[in-house]
């Protein structure tokens, strides 16, 4: 079911005075067979300072309900009672700090052809419209989360961004809606998966604080394929009009098994760079201002499809965080599988 609403939860008092880490933001998917209790997933994000969650369902029947939300079928009307039980409700009843609804999950992937394309942006305006109508307009914004492929370079550079020729008028009225509604645009970026897919990617672009040659595109040398990939989009933004709409990278990550390059080490490399990142507010060469970066994922999902790879159920970490003299120390490991873990030192960089 693709039309899953995405709730992105923001926290503030959640982590008030935790830690004093405030920038950490992660994914908490639950597609497996035996899931962690809620209230000890909420324990684990107080005690770790996360001031930021995304959930990937709002309730239990929300593939029910949404399954044949296409124009015609409910519109606006299944919208408003879909925001009144999932969004209204919590936030008036449970003081819930919702920032965010997000329509669909990736929409627009190439592997997915026209499924969506017409039934995509009815559901954003009709979510709208529904937080308009509840008095939300102000407090939750909308936006739906892309995978990196709506756009490209054809140059190789990222200056060189545009999104793609085959969805772009769509996109250019996506991005117009987001824009004259506050919202945000999404881009879920996964280095591991450039890697994975190209044979003769360069494995340490993959990583932050590399010894890759760097791609020089212009005045800036891009050192990482984050950066490069999140700046594409960024000029693919402002080639178009919209150099100011905000950005969240909705999902990054790197998987500790089913892949030659899903390991802990790797995982350990990978994530303990990000985190040193967000930690430090370092943002790209194009946007200096960092976005909210959501770490997927919070847990393995032993559920979801290997289709894409074995890996696809080996994204998640529990992140236990303490403080050791000088330095924040991310632990991740899996105890209820009693698997390998690994530890990130955000202070030492990766």
């Known amino acids: 079911c693709l039309w899953v609403l995405l709730l992105c939860i923001i926290g503030e008092g959640l982590v008030k005075g935790v830690l004093g880490v405030g920038g950490l933001a992660c994914n908490w998917g639950t597609r497996s067979t035996h899931p962690l209790p809620p209230s000890i997933v909420v324990k684990l994000l107080k005690d770790n300072g996360f001031s930021k969650v995304k959930l990937f369902e709002a309730d239990p029947g929300h593939c029910k309900l949404l ?190 098994d089913g892949d030659p390059n899903a390991n802990i080490e790797d995982a350990r490399r990978f994530n303990q760079g990000l985190v040193s990142r967000i930690l430090a507010g370092q943002g790209s060469p194009k946007r200096s201002t960092p976005p909210d970066i959501y770490i997927f994922g919070l847990i393995d999902e032993d559920a979801k499809s290997i289709q894409p790879g074995n890996f696809e159920r080996h994204w998640g970490c529990s992140i236990l965080m303490a403080q050791s003299n000088t330095h924040w120390i991310l632990v991740v490991e899996k105890p209820w599988y009693q698997q390998k873990g690994c530890t990130i030192w955000p202070g030492n960089g990766a």
């Open 67 to 256: 399954g044949n939300w296409y124009p015609g079928y409910g519109g606006v009307t299944v919208a408003e009672n879909w925001v009144s039980k999932n969004v209204s409700s919590y936030i008036s009843r449970n003081g819930v700090d919702i920032r965010y609804v997000a329509v669909g999950n990736e929409p627009f992937l190439k592997t997915y052809k026209d499924t969506f394309l017409q039934t995509t942006f009815p559901a954003l305006q009709n979510i709208q419209a529904a937080l308009i109508k509840a008095g939300l307009g102000r407090q939750v914004k909308v936006t739906i989360p892309l995978n990196a492929d709506v756009y490209q370079t054809d140059s190789g550079l990222p200056s060189g961004g545009n999104f793609r020729s085959d969805i772009h008028t769509l996109m250019m009225s996506i991005l117009k809606f987001l824009s004259d509604n506050d919202g945000a645009l999404t881009i879920n970026i996964y280095p591991f998966l450039s890697l994975q897919a190209d044979p003769d990617f360069p494995k340490e672009y993959a990583f932050f604080n590399n010894t890759s040659k760097p791609v020089v595109d212009g005045s800036i040398s891009y050192t990482n394929v984050l950066d490069a990939n999140f700046d594409t989009c960024i000029a693919a933004l402002e080639k178009n009009g919209f150099s100011s709409l905000p950005v969240i990278v909705g999902e990054v990550g790197w998987p500790t």
